[in-house]
């Protein structure tokens, strides 16, 4: 159901632009028949050397005609069909990005890079051809066969029959044999591609580490050597596609000859004028060229099913909650104002019914100014809990709210309440000002100033050349692991919101840089309702309330001195994190 929904909706949606260019689509191979077979008539009555000119002049009128209309409806069906698919094009592209946009926060988790890409690339422009070059066309050729043997049938309903044979190997039997033989090869050439997609994406993502173990060119030589591999197959395919053409053909020309002997039996039999020859055997060509692209158009038919099976499965994250917001934007900005009361009860969520419960019945009362550390070791549930709190997952059972608001219903309004700093913010390829000036779009310079002097940057961006007006590199390479985790906090001061989300933001930072950021955070984020998520108990002293997580559950809470008070295991951690706490005794 979710692949049928990305074509289906369109259907019913522009079915009157689909029937006109069904129509025009007939037309114009109507008009292409009538000129070739006026054509042929004008041909040989030109040749019996008519007595007067009026003996002609109708067929080269109606030459003219036909000639002039083929060229005016194609163009004019060539216009709707483009339109209608590009429009069509445009709100699938429009939905796409409002199914991966909720995702953005665990996309990652879900998905590999080469995956989005592929669907961004590929995908939508396969679906824009299941109309162009496969539902236009076979459509219109049926319309052509029924014509076409009704046409003849008024003739010679016997020749009508063997015509309908001829006709039904190039729009049926052609069609079917080229798919068994190409539906393996393109599955498996859509595969292949696929993977080269995920083997570049992680070679650019990785450059450095190929090169410095200098491995380039074996990367090279076995990305080349999977581009053959796709090549040979692509190649048999196109192949196969030149023998189909030849067999089409070879059906054309047994079609062309079998007019021209039942044309010729015809006037033998006084049924046709000698004039009538030439115009049923010229017809057969633009006819025939209705039939031709069948095979072609339903050959292509599992590439647009892999491609649906895809966006299928990026579309399964897809909720309705969040495609419309249930609370406008001063109603967010006024609950921010308010300070926010996060409340989670009994939630619990997997991802699915098979798989485990990533968090299970976990309650928390977390008032406006807390602190609290989340910590657990990998694939505790604390990334599971982060994305409920985040609006990003609706909670299998339970609640979670932000005021008495299902944190998951918030949907875009959400960054008015709740701002992340995580362990890899991204910094784009702009300026210094720029990046900051993502948490707040209306901001004036002097609140950029103003929090980028909170966070101990302001004397560093002064003293470059161009000041806020430097640009960063892309991922803000221009800047040290410490500084882009500081330009990153400057955003989220910026943003100004009652929750802040802090993701291992120290992680791969040197213990005095860590430090100094700890203590800038926990500074400039006074009377903020503070979460964070860690591996190690940093900051843990600073913590109103320190929360132990092992699959999904709460294994272990309370306050730092409780835990170092009660629990042994706390205390190792604690120790391990903090070697210059052990007592020598």
Not at 168 to 184: D, E, G, N
Not at 425 to 441: A, M, Q, Y
């Given at each position: 159901m979710n692949s049928e929904s990305w074509l289906r909706p369109y259907v019913r949606t522009y079915f009157g632009r689909f029937l006109l260019i069904i129509v025009l689509g007939s037309l114009t191979l109507l008009t292409a028949s009538m000129l070739m077979f006026t054509s042929g008539f004008l041909i040989s009555k030109a040749a019996l050397r008519p007595e007067n000119i009026l003996m002609v002049y109708v067929p080269i009128v109606l030459v003219r005609t036909f000639g002039i209309s083929r060229a005016v409806i194609h163009y004019v069906e060539r216009l709707v069909s483009h339109d209608a698919v590009l429009r069509i094009v445009s709100k699938m592209r429009t939905r796409l990005y409002q199914i991966l946009e909720p995702q953005a926060l665990f996309i990652s988790s879900r998905f590999r890079t080469g995956d989005v890409l592929g669907v961004l690339s590929d995908d939508i422009e396969y679906l824009q051809d299941v109309y162009l070059r496969t539902v236009f066309p076979t459509v219109v050729a049926l319309v052509m066969y029924v014509f076409t043997i009704v046409a003849l049938g008024s003739f010679d309903i016997q020749f009508a029959l063997v015509m309908a044979l001829y006709i039904?190997?190039?729009?049926?039997?052609?069609?079917?044999?080229?798919?068994?033989?190409?539906?393996?090869k393109t599955k498996l050439a859509k595969q292949q591609r696929g993977q080269l997609y995920h083997k570049l994406t992680d070679a650019v993502l990785g450059m450095s580490d190929w090169v410095i173990s200098g491995r380039p060119a074996q990367f090279l030589s076995t990305y080349e050597a999977d581009e053959r591999e796709v090549a040979h197959i692509e190649g048999q395919i196109k192949s196969w596609g030149r023998w189909r053409q030849l067999i089409g053909q070879c059906v054309i020309g047994l079609s062309v000859v079998s007019m021209v002997i039942w044309a010729g039996q015809q006037f033998a039999d006084q049924h046709i004028s000698a004039t009538l020859i030439a115009a049923f055997v010229l017809v057969v060509f633009p006819i025939m060229d209705a039939f031709m692209p069948v095979s072609e158009a339903i050959e292509k038919i599992p590439r647009y099913q892999d491609s649906l099976s895809r966006l299928a499965e990026i579309s399964s994250g897809e909720r309705d909650s969040v495609e419309v917001s249930t609370l406008t934007t001063a109603e967010a900005q006024a609950l921010a104002s308010e300070g926010v009361d996060l409340k989670v009860e009994h939630a619990s969520f997997r991802y699915s019914e098979q798989s485990p419960w990533s968090v299970q019945d976990l309650t928390l009362d977390i008032p406006q100014g807390k602190k609290i550390a989340i910590i657990g070791r990998s694939g505790a549930g604390k990334s599971t809990l982060l994305k409920?709190?985040?609006?990003?997952?609706?909670?299998?059972?339970?609640?979670?709210?932000?005021?008495?608001?299902?944190?998951?219903?918030?949907?875009?309004?959400?960054?008015?309440?709740?701002?992340?700093?995580?362990?890899?913010?991204?910094?784009?390829?702009?300026?210094?000002?720029?990046?900051?000036?993502?948490?707040?779009?209306?901001?004036?310079?002097?609140?950029?100033?103003?929090?980028?002097?909170?966070?101990?940057?302001?004397?560093?961006?002064?003293?470059?050349?161009?000041?806020?007006?430097?640009?960063?590199?892309?991922?803000?390479?221009?800047?040290?692991?410490?500084?882009?985790?500081?330009?990153?906090?400057?955003?989220?001061?910026?943003?100004?919101?009652?929750?802040?989300?802090?993701?291992?933001p120290t992680v791969g930072l040197d213990p005095s840089t860590e430090n100094e950021l700890v203590r800038t955070m926990l500074d400039t984020m006074q009377g903020k309702t503070l979460i964070w998520v860690t591996h190690h108990l940093v900051a843990a002293e600073h913590m109103d309330e320190i929360i132990f997580m092992d699959n999904g559950a709460i294994a272990m809470r309370g306050t730092h001195a409780e835990l170092m008070e009660k629990s042994a295991r706390y205390r190792n951690l604690y120790l391990l994190d903090h070697p210059e706490a052990y007592v020598v005794e």
């Open positions: 039904f190997v190039l729009v049926a039997v052609l069609p079917w044999v080229s798919l068994l033989i190409t539906k393996t409920l709190i985040e609006g990003a997952l609706a909670p299998t059972s339970g609640t979670v709210q932000l005021s008495g608001k299902e944190a998951y219903q918030i949907g875009d309004q959400m960054p008015h309440v709740i701002s992340v700093l995580n362990q890899s913010p991204h910094l784009f390829d702009t300026t210094v000002e720029n990046n900051i000036r993502l948490g707040d779009r209306e901001a004036a310079d002097e609140d950029i100033r103003r929090v980028v002097q909170q966070v101990k940057l302001d004397q560093l961006i002064e003293s470059l050349p161009l000041g806020y007006k430097t640009h960063m590199h892309e991922t803000g390479q221009r800047f040290s692991g410490g500084e882009r985790q500081r330009i990153a906090l400057a955003r989220v001061l910026l943003q100004n919101t009652p929750v802040v989300i802090l993701d291992e």
